[in-house]
C-alpha cells in the first residue's frame, strides 16, 4: 500500500512539474482574454451598439486596436501555444488526478491538443498579419460545404454537430453540477472566493455550452436540409440567441456567461491542478 501511494505521488509530482505550471496557467489566462472579449462583443450586439464579429476573429481586432494591441495580440498566441502544449503534456504523461493515465483521457487531451494547435496558429497568423480576413461564421459555411461534397458528406456533417450538440449540453450538465471543483486545489480558500468561483464557474460553464449545443444544433439542421448555409459560426450562434421569443436579453445571458467564463478561467489558472 505505502509503495502504491509513493508511485502515485511521484506520479502526480512529475506532472505538476514547474513547466507544466507555467505554461497550463499562461494558457488559461489567454483563453479568458477571448472569452471575455467575445462577450463583450456579443453584449454590444444585444444592444445594438456593435458591427464587430463577436467570435475570436472580432474579439482579436477589438484587441489590437487597444493601446500596445500588436504586443496583446501576441501574448494570447503564445498564450494559446501554452494551452496546447499542457494538452500535449496530458497525452504523453497523463493528466493531473488519479484517473489521468486512462487511455479516454489522453485521447480527449491529444483532441485539445489539436484544438489549441489551430486557434493558435490562427491568432498568430492574424498577429502577424497575414491571417484570413473572411470571418467565422464564412469559414463555418466554406468548411461545411466542402465537407458535405464528400461521399457522405451529409452524414458526416450531422455526426459531428450532433457530437458538438451532445458536448454543449455535457459541458453545461458539468457546470451546474460544479464538477470542475475536483480539479481546483482551494484548501484554505475562504467560504466567499469558494462561493464566487462556483458562480463564475456554473454561470460561465452552462453559457459556454449553451452557445457550443446550438452550434451544433445549426451543423445538424445544415446536413439534414443539405443546405451548408445553415451552418453558423460563433457570431451567428450568439446573433441568433437574440431572435428568440426571449429577445435580446437572452443574448445579454449568454454574453455575460461568456464573460463569466473568462473570468473562471482566471480562477483556474490560479487554482487548477495541473
Known amino acids: 500500500m505505502g509503495g502504491r501511494l509513493a508511485r502515485e505521488g511521484a506520479r502526480t509530482g512529475s506532472r505538476g512539474g514547474t513547466g507544466r505550471n ?15 472579449l467575445v462577450g463583450v462583443l456579443a453584449l454590444r450586439v444585444a444592444f445594438g451598439a456593435g458591427g464587430e464579429q463577436a467570435d475570436r476573429a472580432g474579439a482579436l481586432q477589438e484587441l489590437a486596436e487597444k493601446p500596445l494591441g500588436g504586443f496583446l ?13 499542457w494538452r500535449l503534456s496530458e ?16 485521447l480527449i487531451a491529444a483532441a485539445r491538443t489539436v484544438l489549441y494547435g489551430v486557434m493558435a496558429f490562427s491568432v498568430l ?3 502577424a498579419g497575414s491571417g484570413s480576413k473572411r470571418s467565422g461564421d464564412e469559414q463555418s459555411r466554406d468548411v461545411t460545404s466542402k465537407a458535405m461534397e464528400l461521399p457522405g458528406g451529409p452524414w458526416w456533417v450531422g455526426a459531428v454537430g450532433a457530437a458538438i ?19 481546483l486545489a482551494m484548501d484554505g480558500v ?7 468561483v462556483d458562480f463564475l464557474g456554473v454561470g460561465g460553464g452552462v453559457a459556454r455550452g449553451a452557445v457550443f449545443a446550438a452550434a451544433g444544433a445549426f451543423l445538424v439542421y445544415a446536413a439534414v436540409s443539405f443546405d451548408p448555409s445553415q451552418a453558423k459560426g ?3 450562434t450568439l446573433r441568433a440567441f437574440a431572435e428568440t421569443p426571449a429577445g435580446p436579453w437572452l443574448l445579454v445571458l449568454v454574453a455575460a456567461g461568456l464573460m463569466l467564463f473568462g ?11 495541473v
Open 22 to 36: 507555467v505554461v497550463a496557467r499562461c494558457g488559461l489566462v489567454a483563453r479568458g482574454v477571448l472569452y471575455i
Open 73 to 85: 495580440v501576441w501574448a494570447v498566441g503564445v498564450g494559446l501555444v501554452c494551452m496546447m502544449l
Open 91 to 106: 497525452v504523453v504523461f497523463g493528466a493531473a488526478g488519479p484517473d489521468g493515465d486512462k487511455a479516454s483521457k489522453r
Open 125 to 127: 497568423a492574424f498577429a
Open 165 to 183: 450538440t451532445i458536448g454543449g449540453v455535457v459541458i453545461a450538465v458539468r457546470a451546474a453540477l460544479r464538477k470542475f471543483r475536483k480539479h
Open 190 to 196: 475562504s467560504d466567499g472566493v469558494r462561493k464566487t
Open 234 to 236: 460563433v457570431d451567428d
Open 263 to 273: 473570468l473562471f478561467c482566471w480562477a483556474m489558472a490560479r487554482w487548477r491542478r
